[in-house]
């Protein structure tokens, strides 16, 4: 399967694509082929609109946008933070240097996050995990260096409203975390170490349907971002199998 960053920046983009995003993709070079279709830049996403190869293109294109925005919220670019995004988008050695231009040219741009963040939710307003998955990858990428800082937690927070995500939300979205091995579970599941079974049980059991790979295959994700949906599953299992373990060991002292 050919990978979404060799399609993007090498000029297979078939459909048109405007506002602020088709114009950072276009600074590249001008890889846009106008389709057999008209797409409207505010046009919205529905099951019968515009296809999975055309989701894959908005999605990863909003998490260049807003990753390079965001990048400039804390005042510094780490190198956790340049690693982290690797990881969510596994890009390949001979897609790298344009992706870095990509970035860039997000990063230095005259548009504010809020352009690009109002165009994605436009664009993917019938397609709402889609946009959680987005804010999962800021969050991601935010989380690298160890803590997510007062201004990139500001920005998280404004991009969340901007697509129609609640605080609480936004919280229960981003809590999975890759990073390290000794998370407490509990945070992993975002429940409370006093909660009942029964509401941990519900807890998990969302998360494992709003996380579940098929449910973004199904959905028109990049193949990137399927590996770290498998690991993030792996993830909110081991913290339930966890909880169960330490359950039956305090019933059973």
């Known amino acids: 399967m050919s990978s979404i960053w060799g399609k993007l920046v090498g000029g297979a983009a078939g459909f048109a694509l405007g506002g ?20 409207s830049s505010h046009e919205g996403l529905g099951m019968g609109g515009k296809d999975s190869y055309e989701r894959q293109a908005i999605f990863t294109m909003g998490v260049v946008a807003l990753g390079a925005k965001m990048s400039k919220a804390d005042g510094r670019v780490t190198r956790d933070e340049v690693q982290a995004f690797k990881e969510v988008f596994r890009i390949k050695a001979e897609d790298s240097a344009r992706v870095g231009k990509l970035f860039d040219a997000a ?18 307003r019938h397609e709402p995990q889609l946009l959680r998955e987005i804010l999962w990858c800021l ?19 404004e991009v969340a409203l901007i697509f129609g995500v609640g605080l609480e939300e936004l919280e229960r979205i981003t809590q999975v975390d890759l990073h390290g091995k000794d998370n ?33 295959i199904a959905k028109g ?31 059973g002292a």
């Open 107 to 124: 990063k230095q741009d005259v548009y504010g996050f809020e352009v690009y963040a109002r165009q994605v939710a436009g664009l993917l």
């Open 20 to 39: 602020p995003l088709g114009a950072l993709l276009g600074a590249l070079g001008g890889h846009l082929i106008m389709d057999r279709r008209t797409s």
């Open 184 to 216: 407490d579970p509990y945070q992993v599941l975002g429940v409370s170490a006093e909660a009942d079974m029964s509401e941990i049980k519900k807890v998990y059991r969302n998360l494992v349907r709003e996380n579940h790979p098929d449910r973004l």
């Open 221 to 251: 994700v990049p193949q990137e971002m399927i590996d770290v949906a498998n690991q993030k599953i792996a993830k909110i299992n081991d913290a339930y199998d966890t909880i169960e373990k330490l359950r039956a060991k305090k019933a």
């Open 139 to 157: 969050a991601y990428i935010a989380k690298a260096d160890g803590v997510i800082h007062a201004k990139e937690k500001e920005f998280l927070e």
